[in-house]
């Protein structure tokens, strides 16, 4: 394949459907179009939720923040990680602009080795491992996460070209690599805790995200 070219993936006919979705953040009401998609197995689903002024000016580049799905962190407030802190800064970034997107995607949990298998990684670093260390004593990569399918959902959007809310180049290379334009990839850094300042250095010094 060559880079520039949407990938063609196999998706059912009836993979994507739409409606509207109100949600309180940060004590006011903001209105977002809520497109959910199926990929080809059961697993695969992702919510795209799109923010659009209604004055919106041809040619705008959409700001996106591509997230990994994370039980712990977005629904439980983890201090583990910095998931929570991360989707909190995308939704007033995007809420904020005149154009752009969540593309939150579940099945990307623990960096795509699920939810059991994140939790046992977990009790692997309260020994000492840290996150690349304890994914591959579980069997697991340190990150299994494919993005064919959000490239497949922004092209449905029309979000070819996308400014990207994003610590981790290689989340870059990966949807530039699938077709999708990365016009500038704009940085989410949330201060360190006591509990997840060594995921964070490990993410910095063995990953080569940006913070």
Same mark, same amino acid.
């Given at each position: 394949?060559?880079?520039?070219?949407?990938?063609?993936?196999?998706?059912?006919?009836?993979?994507?459907?739409?409606? &509207?979705?109100?949600i309180?953040? +940060?004590?006011r009401?903001v *209105?977002?179009?809520?497109?959910? $998609? +199926?990929?080809d197995?059961?697993?695969? #689903?992702i919510?795209?939720?799109v923010?659009?002024?209604?004055?919106?000016?041809?040619?705008?580049?959409? @700001? &996106?923040?591509?997230?990994?799905?994370? &039980?712990?962190?977005?629904?439980?407030?983890?201090?583990?990680?910095?998931? =929570? #802190? +991360?989707? #909190?800064?995308?939704?007033?970034? @995007?809420?904020?602009?005149?154009?752009?997107a !969540?593309?939150?995607?579940? =099945?990307? /949990?623990?960096?795509?080795?699920?939810?059991?298998?994140? !939790? #046992?990684? $977990?009790?692997? +670093?309260?020994?000492?491992?840290?996150?690349?260390?304890?994914?591959?004593?579980?069997? /697991?990569p340190?990150d299994?996460?494919? =993005?064919? *399918? %959000?490239?497949?959902?922004?092209?449905d *959007?029309?979000? %070819?070209? !996308?400014?990207?809310?994003?610590n981790?180049?290689a989340?870059?290379?990966?949807?530039r690599?699938?077709? !999708?334009?990365?016009?500038?990839?704009?940085?989410?850094?949330?201060?360190?805790?006591?509990?997840?300042?060594? =995921?964070l250095?490990?993410k910095?010094?063995?990953?080569?995200?940006?913070?």
């Amino acid at each position: 394949m060559k880079s520039g070219a949407l990938k063609s993936v196999k998706l059912p006919e009836a993979w994507a459907v739409e409606t &509207v979705l109100p949600i309180e953040f +940060q004590g006011r009401e903001v *209105l977002f179009e809520a497109h959910a $998609y +199926q990929g080809d197995t059961h697993e695969e #689903q992702i919510l795209a939720l799109v923010h659009r002024s209604a004055n919106l000016a041809d040619g705008t580049v959409p @700001i &996106v923040r591509v997230h990994s799905g994370c &039980v712990t962190g977005d629904i439980f407030h983890s201090l583990r990680c910095d998931c =929570y #802190q +991360q989707l #909190q800064v995308a939704l007033k970034a @995007i809420s904020e602009s005149p154009f752009g997107a !969540i593309i939150y995607v579940p =099945y990307h /949990e623990g960096r795509g080795i699920g939810l059991f298998k994140k !939790i #046992q990684a $977990y009790a692997l +670093q309260d020994r000492g491992l840290d996150t690349v260390e304890a994914n591959i004593k579980v069997g /697991e990569p340190v990150d299994s996460r494919d =993005y064919e *399918l %959000t490239a497949r959902v922004l092209g449905d *959007l029309g979000m %070819t070209t !996308i400014k990207l809310l994003s610590n981790n180049p290689a989340k870059e290379h990966a949807l530039r690599a699938l077709g !999708i334009g990365v016009a500038e990839r704009v940085p989410i850094v949330v201060p360190p805790n006591k509990f997840n300042a060594r =995921y964070l250095e490990t993410k910095r010094a063995r990953m080569a995200h940006k913070l």
